[in-house]
């Protein structure tokens, strides 16, 4: 990747970005990178891939984020991930939960460049497949500067394609992985140095970006912007971003395809004896800010879960909508 490409990410989110809701994403936008969650490569390797890892086509550009720390295993992994189609193979070094961090990945290889490296290192002679890390600013007491540059600085060396920053470091002890979230403060200012320091590299930023205006002004100081939590409750605003983000105007999104695309999708979960529920916990904030958003959600809120549940749901949901009036994006 270099500095004249330019990228819209959804984050990779535990529990959250599973296939259903990337498949859900990918209705709205046809050019955003989606993230999956997390998954060790420990549980790529041995576990059950087509459940733990397994996609629809329809989903690319599809990055796969893995968690771990031996070069080996992140190289098998790697391996499995590229022959499965993966677009991109990322490593996590920005989760702080104690799981995580008893197992040696994540937000606490901040402390660990090296080690980051030698993983980046053995996946890129493993795959011809974009590697690329997500990262904090740093953890704890570190120093913001020098931590940062040396991950960003270690990695590259190595060859990997990109480094997201999620704006803000992660304190190890005393908070939760949601706290870390939102207590340490944001400094976005430190990212754009990263990319003043690296202008050759793709330097993508994270952290906070409530709306696409914001994810606009962003992409000015940086290479891509990466969404999360906005982009998963009100996931509507993922309409204007083929054609604000990547001049693609050619398509626009028109909703009854996407319910039908939905149906058609819980009809293939369902019958394969998966739940409506899979599905229907990541529509409910399609239509954050529209007429009839608070009769669509209490129609999937109270029959999606039902067992008997099928993709009529979908239907009922958005017959709620009242169409013709804006998305407030
Ligand atoms: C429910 C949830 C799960 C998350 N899981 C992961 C994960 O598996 N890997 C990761 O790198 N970040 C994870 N994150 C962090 C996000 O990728 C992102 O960095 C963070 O939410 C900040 O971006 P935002 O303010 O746009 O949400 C998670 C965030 C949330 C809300």
Redesign the pocket.
Known sequence: MTDKYKQFAI??????TDRHCRFLHRQLTRHALLYT??VTADAVIHGDRERLIGYDPAEHPVAL?LGGSEPSKMAEAARIAADMGYDEINI?V??PSDRVQSGRFGACLMQEPDLVAECVSAMKQAVSTPVTV?CRLGVDDQDIETALDTMADATFAVGSDALWV?ARKAWLEGLSPKEN?DIPPLDYDRVFRLKQRLPNQFIGI????ENLNQALELLAHTDGV?????AYHNAGLLVDVDRRFFGDGSSPVEWMTVRDAMMEHAARHVAGGGRMVHITRHMVGLFHGMPGAKRYRQILSVKGPGVDAGPEVIAEAFDAIRFGEQLVA
Do not use: F, S, T
């Open positions: 984050a990779p989110m535990m529990d959250w969650e997390m984020q996590n920005g989760c997500k999620h979230r994270n952290g906070g970006i990466m969404l999360g939590r906005a």
